[in-house]
């Protein structure tokens, strides 16, 4: 069984302002290969904002270019994603997700539980 843990609390700051979201995946991982994080707004279906292949390739949604960061560290099968100069439009619940083998060979998909990031004056 894989587990991703993330922070599952509320995390708050005022436009302009910057936070920190990490991730940390456990279980009997043979491998973790795509990681990202995800954002649902309340109305909107839930999209990706970054993701990070193993060699350290992103992909970030081009309304985030420029401000966030997304980053791992393999040998601590960490994620994080660093947010700066956050806009109120960028108040949403993200989650982290992870892909890769459990127990040699079998494939997984798993998510975290969601943080809730509120960006408001």
């Known amino acids: 069984q894989v587990q991703l843990r993330q922070a599952g609390g509320d995390f708050v700051t005022q436009p302009g302002g910057s936070l920190k979201l990490s991730c940390l995946a456990s279980?009997?991982?043979?491998?973790?290969?795509?990681m990202g994080w995800y954002r649902q707004a309340p109305g909107n279906q839930r999209e990706l904002v970054a993701r990070?292949?193993?060699?350290?390739?992103?992909n970030l949604t081009d309304s985030v270019k420029g401000r966030f960061t997304i980053s791992r560290d393999n040998a601590q099968k960490t994620m994080h994603l660093q947010m700066n100069n956050l806009k109120p439009e960028n108040t949403a619940v993200y989650y982290c997700?992870?892909?890769?083998?459990?127990?040699?060979?079998?494939?997984?998909?798993?998510w975290g539980r969601g943080t809730q990031v509120t960006v408001s004056s």
């Open positions: 990070i292949s193993t060699a350290g390739s992103t």
């Open positions: 279980g009997d991982l043979t491998s973790v290969n795509d």
């Open positions: 997700r992870a892909a890769g083998l459990i127990h040699d060979t079998a494939p997984f998909t798993a």
